[in-house]
């Protein structure tokens, strides 16, 4: 899965970009530079399962990251011409990095050129392809991409009184058929709120505050110190976590904006365990247990019989198959399961 940091240029991109990667990538007037990383999704859950475990190895969730260049900051003026658009159309979801560390910052101002900016390019692309596919039909006859012109001509309604496409409710199969124009439009967003040190004891204001750009399964908000969370991540480890410690910080701000956009992309995780390795998978919200074995390996879809399921919370409680077993918390599931996050799943398969 793949996740875009965009905003307004020297709004932190890169900073936001450094404190998740770990890298030191040049932070400042740089507004037409790119950068990439795989990231590891922070998970406690991971390590206690490969504490129970003793495996060899241990591999964490992941997801990769894109640091766009920046827009132009002209919003609605804007000619629609992002840079790096083919790239950000090739994306799942938008990080927008919003300035609020500045003295004479405007984040709604700033939020609004950001969004503007990605519908006029969605506008664009609509209208050129509404005129294209209305004359195809008419010289070919191909009446099967009607619901297609129909599906773009209520995006590009909805484009010109600047909503975007992903706020119209639209079905799955309606989702297939538009799949292919990728629209930025369509992909879900999450705010990023980047203030300075010294608004980090305003947390919870700011947070109430920006919460109204919060919408289910379209928008979410988190608030982060970019410098500082940069700053953290390019700490040796034990340092870090001493750090951390003596601040008596449970987790880093970064870890939970990490978790935000796994959550954000509509992902979830379970896990696999033995003395090889501890790992967890990386699937959609209602994945059956017969695709989530093909997450693995192809054989074990293809000769799938039956899934040993435990929750994560039974697993640390009893730590062994025989005791789950005893205590009735392991349960025998078919390929129509329906896999929840934090399930562990020993799956059973015959090829």
Known sequence: MKLGIIGLPQSGKTTLFNAVSGQEAAVGDYS?????????????????????????????????????AGF??????????IGSIHELRL?????????????????????????????????????????????????TGKKERTRELELLKICQEALNNEQAILELGLSEADVKILRGYSFLSLKPQLLVFNISENKL????????????????????????????EMELAQLPDEERSEFLKEMNIKQPAIDKFIQRSYTLLGLIS???????????WTIQKGTTALKAAGTIHT????????????????????KTLPDLKA????????KDYIVRDGDVILFLFNV
């Open 72 to 81: 132009t900051g002209k919003g609605k003026d804007s000619s629609g011409e």
């Open 91 to 139: 994306l799942d979801a938008m990080v927008i990095v919003v300035d609020c560390f500045g003295p004479d910052t405007l984040p709604e101002h700033d939020v609004q050129k950001v969004i503007d900016e990605m519908l006029l390019a969605d506008l664009m692309m609509v209208e050129s392809n509404v005129d294209k596919l209305g004359r195809a039909i008419k010289l």
């Open 270 to 280: 379970f896990f696999t365990l033995g003395a090889p390795e501890t790992r967890a």
């Open 299 to 318: 054989d074990f879809e293809r000769g799938f019989i039956k899934a040993e399921v435990a929750s994560y919370e039974d697993y640390i409680q009893y």
């Open 32 to 68: 037409r530079a790119e950068h990439r990383a795989v990231i590891k999704v922070p998970d406690e859950r991971v390590d206690n399962l490969f504490a129970i475990a003793k495996s060899k190895k241990m591999t964490h969730a992941e997801l990769e990251i894109f640091d766009s």
């Open 327 to 334: 205590a009735g918390k392991l349960q025998l599931e078919g």
């Open 201 to 228: 004891a305003d947390f919870d204001n700011l947070y109430n505050h920006f919460s109204k750009y919060k919408k289910e399964g379209v928008r979410d908000i988190a608030i982060v110190c970019g410098k500082f």
